[in-house]
């Protein structure tokens, strides 16, 4: 068992505020004081510091998390085997193009076997990554940008990004320039997403933005979108395997930009997740 100053520990890291933590843990502040400073003197190293009033973790903190919510991840696996359940539950995340139109196939080869039990979490590659630090999640499969310094990833894809439209639209089939593109409406996804951080980065090297296009729409559901693409209200940036999707699309490329990107089963850094990961997918 972890030693229950590691929760207090990573309670603290999550709100940074002494007294925030004692009344989330219904301890007093000094007795948060204490455990920090246990854990202090168990690792040499000083764990918090303050600069110019305001609470920040010191490197060792950083790395101590990292494993500290590695270590509670473990821990709750070894606590499923001990109960000797014959029924494996996965706790997946994916972003939205990945979660319903990527993993489909190895959804329902994973759950052919009665041993095997799924929760399925479709959200935005932040709100993942969040869910991952918390232990809600044992990987997520996202196709956003991520932080390889917090996470570990295995690369399961690239996957081209391109430009959709109405069969019938004048940018059907073309490579665009960014002139022509910024006169059409674009219809986005909404902040924190993968699909739109992407997006913003290939326009941030035009020196350009969102909010230069003629009109924008932020939209959270793809569905949605691909359905105002097809009616003729704009235009969007998806994953090739969305365009794919569907018959009534079309699909346009930025003159001069050919666009890739990975599609990353990410987890907590020191987490072994190589036999989860493996039980999913079906292979390695």
């Known amino acids: 068992m972890l030693d229950y100053r590691i929760d207090t520990f990573l309670t603290l890291c999550e709100c940074m505020n002494y007294r925030k933590t004692a009344d989330i843990l219904h301890i007093s502040q000094p007795a948060v004081t204490q ?3 246990f854990l202090e003197n168990q690792y040499g190293q000083k764990l918090f510091a303050y600069e110019n009033r305001r609470l920040v973790k010191t490197e060792a ?4 998390e990292k494993y ?4 509670k991840l473990q821990e709750r696996d070894l606590r499923q085997k001990l109960e000797n359940s014959p ?11 990945i979660g319903d139109y990527y993993l489909k196939g190895d959804i329902r080869r994973y759950l052919q076997s009665p041993e095997n039990a799924l929760t399925l979490i479709v959200d935005n590659t932040e709100r993942l990554l969040h869910l991952l630090e918390e232990n809600e999640l044992d990987f997520a499969v996202v196709e956003g940008f991520f932080d390889k310094a917090s996470f570990d990833n295995i690369l399961l894809r690239r996957e081209p990004f391109v430009g959709i439209c109405r069969k019938d639209h004048p940018f059907a089939g073309r490579e665009v320039t960014m002139e022509e593109l910024l006169e059409e ?6 902040d924190g997403s993968g699909t739109r951080a992407i997006l913003e980065q290939e326009l941030s090297g035009y020196n ?3 909010q230069r296009f003629r009109r924008h729409i932020c939209i959270s559901s793809f569905n ?13 940036f998806v994953y090739n395997i969305l365009a794919d999707s569907d018959p009534e699309l079309a699909k346009f490329s930025i003159r001069g930009e050919s666009v890739v990107r990975e599609f990353n089963v990410v987890y907590l850094k020191y987490a072994d997740m190589d ?5 999913f997918f079906g292979r390695p």
């Open 35 to 37: 455990q920090i400073h």
């Open 61 to 64: 903190a950083v790395v101590l």
């Open 68 to 71: 500290a919510r590695a270590a």
């Open 87 to 97: 029924i494996q539950v996965l706790r997946v995340g994916a972003t939205k193009t």
């Open 185 to 190: 409406t674009i219809i986005h996804r909404e």
């Open 208 to 210: 350009e933005s969102l």
């Open 224 to 236: 949605i979108i691909l359905d105002l693409v097809k009616q003729g209200f704009g235009v969007s």
């Open 275 to 279: 036999e989860k990961i493996q039980l």
